[in-house]
């Protein structure tokens, strides 16, 4: 019992991480319907963007709110550069260019950073106390806790903002939400930057955590939080974060089963299993079809 319990404990800060990507999916897709498959490397970004800041002498707090301006304006210049041209194309146009702009973003890093891993500058200290029979982190604990605030300060946006209003409008029915004047390209830009800002504070969490960043971080955690977003019912914020946290449980107890070898699979089995089983998630709700 003792090892099931720290498997969850152990899998709540990974969980956390993946549940801040896969929010950013979810909310894409809830407003235009496609997976932007370049959103795992926001996460990369996010965390070279901090380590440029603070190896230029900037305190934490400025590197972090100086990286998710400049990731949140290249995130709002993609969509209107990449995506944008294609809204009116079949869904396979702006999905081929998403995964182009990915690896476009893992060259252009590699070449003025370097394809290797760097140490970050940065860490949080992986201070550990004991429960009885269990090991906990603090570290593991207050991403968790700032994972839940951060879903929770959202979802207060997108009910008691006029611009968070206009997201969920756009998610229910753009083209009545037009009509009613919600500024489209507006509201699509600031979906983007949330994303991105989100985005950034994983992966600095991540390099902070791990002491290191390479320039192909984004794609395993980017698959996963996708998976996470599927999994909790891609376009439901609540579902995004379940799923994440799901995620995250769920492979920490096949590492501490000694089946760690199949842990990268597990989220793509996990993937294929809900749009066999129930294609909406576990939150979201099935669309009627008109006949």
Not at 75 to 104: D, G
Not at 138 to 159: K, M, S, V, Y
Not at 237 to 246: I, N, T
Request: proline share 3%; with cysteine; glycine share 10%.
């Amino acid at each position: 019992m003792s090892d099931f319990l720290q498997a969850i404990i152990d899998g709540v800060a990974i969980g956390s991480l993946y549940a801040l990507i896969a929010i950013g999916y979810s909310m894409v897709f809830g407003i235009l319907q496609f997976v932007n498959f370049a959103h795992g490397e926001l996460f990369m970004l996010g965390a070279y963007f901090v380590m440029l800041f603070l190896t230029m002498g900037a305190p934490v707090w400025a590197a972090l709110l100086f990286a998710i301006l400049a990731v949140g304006t290249i995130a709002i210049v993609i969509e209107r550069i990449a995506y944008k041209p294609l809204r009116k194309h079949n869904r396979l146009a702006p999905l081929i260019t998403a995964v182009a702009m990915s690896l476009f973003l893992q060259n252009v890093v590699q070449v003025l950073f370097s394809p290797n891993s760097l140490s970050y500058p940065v860490n949080i200290p992986g201070t550990i106390v004991t429960l009885g029979d269990l090991y906990v982190r603090i570290r593991d604990i207050g991403i968790f806790i700032l994972t839940i605030l951060l879903a929770f300060c959202l979802e207060l946006f997108l009910n008691k903002t006029k611009a968070g209003q206009g997201i969920k409008a756009l998610a229910m029915h753009s083209e009545a939400s037009k009509l009613c004047g919600v500024p489209f390209d507006r509201t699509v830009s600031l979906t983007f930057f949330i994303g991105a800002l989100l985005a950034v504070i994983a992966g600095t969490i991540q390099g902070m955590a791990t002491n290191q960043i390479f320039p192909l971080m984004g794609v395993n955690a980017g698959l996963k939080a996708f998976a996470a977003a599927v999994l909790g019912g891609i376009g439901d914020l609540r579902g995004a974060v379940l799923g994440g946290l799901f995620l995250g449980i769920s492979e920490s107890m096949l590492v501490s089963y000694e089946l760690s070898t199949y842990k990268d699979g597990f989220a793509f089995v996990i993937l294929i299993l809900v749009l066999l089983i129930r294609p909406q998630g576990l939150l979201g709700r099935a669309q009627l079809v008109k006949v």
